[in-house]
């Protein structure tokens, strides 16, 4: 029996593009705020990167953007976050159903690592409650790891553990993983910081491919990247007693080339 993925839910990767967008967003640990007031919209297709020093708040925002924040003891916030256009903290929205349409990958590879290339990618589908038959699933499984660059290196031994794969294929195929249930948006967090830079080039030319394809935020700290695989760029900063704000955003050429803040300048071009 096949089950169809409900396309409704669950649009197919070359369907429509989304893109995300944040109104007014502040966060607290406890009753320490840690972002203030950030709008930012990053553009459906395209990667936006956020970059910034460490302890400005990236990461709490992209766990705010999929619902990961309010799973820290404490966390809280205000604002608005918009996927194609409606909250995705509206009433009865379920977070687990965000989660799906908005993928993260983490600085550090987190494949399960006894557990199958194949089965690692096909638990995305599992874990998002997505029932399909045999022929769907290798389909799925095969079209997300050539969508993250790994199928020609890993077609001939799908059966073997993940934890068997180099640091860097781990990270592609966890980003096949997130790609498995064809997610609106990916978040990626420093997804090259623990990566060799064979590795490193392995990812950006996997994101430079999804271009296009969904929409790609990423928090990385090089700044050769950010212009690498971005169009978009965001500056986040704060200070002892200030929260996290954003100084300055736009395209990313405009950001590194023609900054318009004497902060972002200084953090560009590495004098922080
Ligand atoms: P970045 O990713 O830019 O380095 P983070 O979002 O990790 O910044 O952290 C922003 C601020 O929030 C930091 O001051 C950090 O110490 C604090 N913070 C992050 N996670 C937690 C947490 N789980 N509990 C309390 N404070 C936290
Ligand atoms: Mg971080």
Redesign the pocket.
Known sequence: MTDAIDTAVLPRLDDSLYGIETRGVSAW??D?K?LDRVSLSMTAGQVTALI?P????????LRILNRMHEM?R??SLSGEVLLAGTDVYAAGRRPADVRRRIGMVFQRPNPFPAMSIYDNVASGLKLAGIRTDREHRDHLVESSLQAAGLWQEVSNRLRSPGGSLSGGQQQRLCIARSLAVSPDVLLMDEPCSALDPTSTRRVEETIAELRGRLTIVI?THNMQQAQRVSQSCAF?L?SHDTP?RIVEAGPTDRLFGAPADQRTADYVNGRF
């Open positions: 640990f406890g320490r840690v910034g460490s302890g400005c708040g990236k990461s709490t925002y820290v404490g966390a928090v986040f704060a996290g």
